[in-house]
C-alpha cells in the first residue's frame, strides 16, 4: 500500500536530518535541514587551502546563483579546512548553507559514506537521501545551466549493436548472457599484461560452453590504436568513440583501468571489481564471478569502501587457514545480508593466505612482522628497471630498488633482486592475527585472541563503542 504524501515527505525529511543533523548554517543564522524537502541536494566538500577548490567554488557560486538555485538545487559545504576562522572565512564567500564546522564526526562520517577521497568534491543526492552520483563536480561543469538537472543517470542500454571480428553484431544476440564490460586501452602496460590472459581465459570459457560475453570498452586515444589493439581480443567491442564508452565510464564510476565489471543475464551489476574476482579464477570455477565474502588482500578491491577486518593468515596450514575463515565467514554472510537490504556496506573482509605485497604493506602499517614474499606460481627473468614499476614484495617503487625481474608469462608481477632471494624461503607458522583498517581515518585497531565469530563479534562491538585503543599507521 502506497504511505500518504504526507508521511512520505515525513519521512525524506527525515532521511536528510539524519544525514545533515537536525539544522544547518545558514546566511542569516540556523536553517531547519527538514526544509530541504523537494529539493536536489549538493553535498560540497572543500577547503580554502586546496587549490583546486579555490577555482571551483566561484564557478558553482555563479551556476548556483544565475540557474541552479532556481531549478531546485541546493548546496551544503561540508568544510575540510583546519579550523573554525578558516571555515567562517571561506564560507563567506558561498551563498548557500553549511555542515556546523563543530559538527567534525558527522563530516567524518559524511566522508566515509560517500568515498571522498579527495577535494574538491561534489556529491548529488536526492531529498530521500538517495545518491544520485558521486561526482556531482562532472555533472555541473558540463551543465552549468541545468539544461538535464537533477542529472539523474541514465537507465544502463546495450545499444543496438558491437563491433565483431567479422562485422555488426546485434546487441540482442548476447541479450541472454553474462557480460564483462573490459574497461582498457593499449596504452595502459597493466591492461597489456592483463589482456592475454583474460583472452586465454576466453577461450577456455567458450570451449566449456559458459554463457559469457566480453566487450570491450576502449580508452584509447585513436582509431588506428583502437584498431590495434582491438586486433588481439577475440571478443566484441563498443566502436572507438561510441558515446557508450563515456556512459559506461560514469555509470560504473570507472576510476582506473583494466577494470571488468560484470553484469548478470538482465544486465543488474553482479561485481564492479571482476578484475580481481576473475584473475583469481580464470578456469571459471566461481562462474559469475559475484564477489567473495571475503576478498582476497592481495586483490584488495573496495577495501576502502567501510572499514576493513583482515586476516593475516599466511604461515597456516590450507586447514588451519579454511578453520578460521570459516569463523569469519559467518559474519562476512551476516554483514552481507545486511548490505543487500539497506544499500550500505558496514564492513568489509578480507584475508591474507599467502604473503604478498599488499599482506607486506598491510603488515608493515599495522607494526606485525614481517614475512619474506611467497614464490610466484611462473618464473622470472630480468627484466629493463628504467620504466615505472614497483616491487611485489616489499612494495618500493622501481627507483628504490636493486634490480628487476619480472614474470615470463605476462603477469604484471615484478621483485626486486633482494626479494627475489627472499622469496618462497621457509617461516615459522604465526598465529593468525586480525586488525581493523579504518582507511579513511589512517587509523587501525588489533584484535588479541584467536580468530572466533565470538571474538570477532566482541571486537566490532567494542569498535563500535569507542572502547578500542586505535593506532596510528
Not at 4 to 30: E, K
Not at 37 to 54: E, M, N, Q, V
Not at 344 to 368: D, I, L, W
Request: hydrophobic fraction near 35%; aromatic fraction near 10%.
Amino acid at each position: 500500500r502506497r504511505l500518504p504524501f504526507n508521511v512520505l515527505c515525513q519521512t525524506m525529511a527525515s532521511a536528510l536530518v539524519q544525514l545533515l543533523g537536525p539544522t544547518l548554517l545558514g546566511r542569516d543564522g540556523d536553517v531547519d535541514t527538514s526544509s530541504l524537502d523537494g529539493k536536489t541536494i549538493g553535498l560540497y566538500f572543500s577547503a580554502h587551502w586546496c587549490g583546486p577548490c579555490r577555482e571551483f567554488t566561484p564557478k558553482l557560486v555563479e551556476w548556483y546563483a544565475e540557474d541552479l538555485q532556481s531549478k531546485g538545487l541546493e548546496v551544503v559545504f561540508v568544510s575540510s579546512v583546519r579550523d573554525e576562522d578558516a571555515f567562517k572565512e571561506y564560507f563567506a564567500e558561498m551563498p548557500w548553507l553549511a555542515l556546523p564546522y563543530a559538527d567534525r564526526s558527522r563530516k567524518e562520517q559524511l566522508s566515509k559514506k560517500f568515498k571522498v577521497q579527495g577535494i574538491p568534491s561534489f556529491v548529488l543526492l536526492k531529498s530521500s537521501g538517495e545518491v544520485i552520483t558521486l561526482d556531482g563536480r562532472s555533472a555541473v561543469s558540463e551543465d552549468p545551466t541545468g539544461a538535464n538537472f537533477p542529472w539523474l543517470p541514465e537507465p544502463f542500454s546495450l545499444g543496438d549493436s558491437f563491433v565483431g571480428k567479422d562485422g555488426d553484431v546485434p546487441a540482442a544476440s548476447i541479450a541472454g548472457k553474462v557480460k564483462l564490460l573490459y574497461f582498457s586501452a593499449h596504452w595502459c602496460p597493466p591492461c597489456r599484461g592483463f589482456t592475454p590472459q583474460l583472452a586465454k581465459a576466453y577461450a577456455t570459457w567458450k570451449e566449456k560452453g559458459m554463457n559469457v560475453e566480453v566487450i570491450f570498452v576502449s580508452g584509447d586515444k585513436d582509431q588506428s590504436s583502437f584498431d590495434e589493439y582491438y586486433g588481439e581480443m577475440p571478443w566484441i567491442a563498443v566502436p572507438f568513440e561510441d558515446k557508450r564508452c563515456k556512459q559506461w565510464n560514469k555509470q560504473f564510476e570507472v576510476s582506473g583501468i583494466p577494470t571488468v565489471v560484470i553484469l548478470d543475464t538482465d544486465n543488474s551489476v553482479i561485481n564492479k571489481d571482476g578484475r580481481g574476482t576473475i584473475a583469481g579464477d580464470f578456469e571459471g570455477k566461481t562462474f559469475p564471478w559475484h564477489p567473495p565474502l571475503i576478498g582476497d588482500l592481495e586483490n584488495p578491491s573496495g577495501i576502502q569502501d567501510a572499514p576493513a577486518i583482515v586476516a593475516l593468515m599466511e604461515t597456516q596450514t590450507e586447514q588451519e587457514q579454511e578453520q578460521a575463515l570459516s569463523e569469519l565467514r559467518v559474519l562476512a554472510e551476516k554483514y552481507r545480508c545486511e548490505e543487500k537490504k539497506t544499500g550500505e556496506t558496514k564492513y568489509v573482509f578480507f584475508a591474507a593466505k599467502t604473503s604478498g605485497s599488499t599482506s607486506g604493506r598491510v603488515r608493515q602499517m599495522t607494526k606485525q612482522q614481517s614475512l619474506p614474499p611467497a614464490k610466484h606460481e611462473h618464473s622470472l627473468a630480468v627484466a629493463d628497471g628504467n620504466t615505472g614499476w614497483g616491487c611485489d614484495g616489499c612494495s618500493k617503487s622501481g627507483d628504490e630498488c636493486k634490480g628487476r625481474n619480472r614474470c615470463t608469462e605476462g603477469c604484471d608481477f615484478d621483485l626486486c633482486d633482494d626479494c627475489l632471494a627472499e622469496s618462497g624461503k621457509a617461516i615459522p607458522s604465526l598465529p593468525v592475527k586480525v586488525v581493523l583498517l579504518d582507511l579513511a581515518s589512517q587509523w587501525f585497531y588489533e584484535m588479541s585472541g584467536d580468530l572466533t565469530t565470538k571474538g570477532v563479534v566482541d571486537f566490532l562491538g567494542e569498535f563500535e563503542g569507542g572502547k578500542l585503543v586505535k593506532q596510528e599507521f
